[in-house]
């Protein structure tokens, strides 16, 4: 008996005293450092991102040939620079250069062609050399090329972009494209056997298409 109370005794006391919980510890993993830690690159210390550079737009400026898109330097006689395959789309059609802009323009034109465009005839060989032989006529005044390389096209749109004072005679329609993006410089082109212009002041009389 004496046994039961000793055991019931120390049974209470344990009672009395409070329980430790215990917190079960979920997902235990060692510590690992990412792979795109700064850390890891070369010098501990980041470097400060640099401002973007502020870029500076270049506006072209004005010719002052124009008054807003009408371009003042437009008058007779006119100035018409002739293109390769103008004089292509000429032959086929039987038309005469000279003659057909004075049909088209009612006025005096000049036409002229450039040392490029004069090139690259030569370089098409026996098969233009009718359209050879019409660049060579001696109404169409001769322009001296002093830029690098022999490409008309460039010839020609950089030449229109110095001097307003032309109108560009083609029928390539990457050219003619690249011609509209310049304000104030017509295009005159063959459309159903016979020369026609765009993009010229009404004023002066020119047919429309």
């Avoid at 009408?70 to 006119?78: C, H, V």
């Avoid at 029928?171 to 993009?199: F, T, W």
Wanted: charged share 30%; net charge positive.
């Amino acid at each position: 008996r004496s046994f039961k109370l000793s055991y019931y005794n120390e049974y209470k006391s344990y009672l009395s005293m409070g329980k430790v919980k215990k917190t079960k510890k979920f997902a235990l993993t060692k510590r690992m450092i990412h792979a795109k830690d700064p850390r890891l690159n070369k010098g501990s210390v980041t470097e400060k991102k640099k401002k973007p550079e502020v870029e500076v737009r270049r506006v072209e400026k004005p010719s002052s040939a124009l008054f807003f898109k009408y371009n003042t330097q437009l008058g007779p006689p006119y100035h018409v620079l002739i293109d390769t395959n103008f004089i292509n789309f000429s032959i086929r059609n039987k038309l005469d250069i000279y003659s057909s802009m004075l049909d088209c323009l009612y006025a005096k034109c000049t036409p002229y062609i450039t040392d490029c465009v004069m090139a690259e005839l030569e370089k098409l060989g026996a098969k233009y050399r009718v359209a050879l032989r019409v660049a060579k006529d001696p109404r169409i005044e001769r322009l001296v090329c002093t830029h690098k390389g022999t490409y008309a096209d460039d010839c020609l749109v950089t030449r229109v972009q110095q001097h307003k004072c032309y109108i560009v005679a083609t029928n390539d329609k990457d050219l003619r494209r690249r011609i509209r993006k310049i304000p104030g410089v017509p295009i005159m082109y063959v459309a159903q056997k016979r020369y026609s212009i765009e993009r010229m002041p009404d004023a002066f009389g020119a047919p429309r298409t």
